[in-house]
Structures are given as C-alpha cells and as structure tokens.
Nanobody, 121 residues
Framework: QVQLVASGGGLVPAGGSLRLSCAAT????????MGWYRQAPGKQRELVAT???????VYADSVKGRFTISRDYAKNTVYLQMNSLKPEDTAVYYC???????????????WGQGTQVTVSS
C-alpha cells in the first residue's frame, strides 16, 4: 500500500501564489509518475500537471506558464508551484501517483486526500 499526504492549500487573492506538496510513503519499488489533478464544484476531475521518473512534464493548457511541477526523488515528494492564480483555479487539488510496489509488479495508481485551493477575486 501507498499513502499520499498532500498539504499547502489555502485561500489566496487573485494574482497570488501557493505551493502544494505531496509525499508518497509505503511499499514503493519505483515511482512511474506523480501528478496533480483538480476538481471544481459541479465539474469533472481534470489533469493539472504530471511528471515522470525521467522528469518529463505535462501541463493542462489552462495552467501553462503559471504552474510548475517538480519532484524530490529522494523524498518521493511532488510539488506544484502555482503563480498568478485566478478564481477559476479554485478547486480541490488531488495528488496522484503510479508506482510499482516490487520489481516487475503491476503498476498501481493511488490518490491523496485532496487539498482545497480557493482564489478570491
């Protein structure tokens, strides 16, 4: 089993910044990807950004140039630096990871508990 603990959400005015963190603990042989998704009220969960073990990143078009995803490989931790926040960024942000618990084990996906980000206009 893998546990993801996210932190760093909060209330910020438009134009402000927040940094989210998410640490993965448990039985981990290798982490394939780590990333962030978000879900606003009444909307489906959507990709925000992901980063692979090789450092390749993918961003939603709506956050390109404003958000930066990064990883601390030694700590199995992923970060999301969010700048120039907009009211439409308001959502619950979920950490996600795809891991192998053992060598040659199937890849399993886990979700964190979610952290609220609210951007006031």
């Amino acid at each position: 089993q893998v546990q993801l603990v996210a932190s760093g959400g909060g209330l910020v005015p438009a134009g402000g910044s927040l940094r989210l963190s998410c640490a993965a603990t448990g039985t981990i042989f290798s982490i394939i990807t780590m990333g962030w998704y978000r879900q606003a009220p009444g909307k489906q969960r959507e990709l925000v950004a992901t980063i692979t073990s090789g450092g390749d990143t993918v961003y939603a078009d709506s956050v390109k140039g404003r958000f930066t995803i990064s990883r601390d490989y030694a700590k199995n931790t992923v970060y999301l630096q969010m700048n120039s926040l907009k009211p439409e960024d308001t959502a619950v942000y979920y950490c996600n990871t795809a891991v192998r618990s053992r060598r040659l084990a199937p890849i399993e996906t886990y979700w964190g508990q979610g952290t609220q980000v609210t951007v006031s206009s």
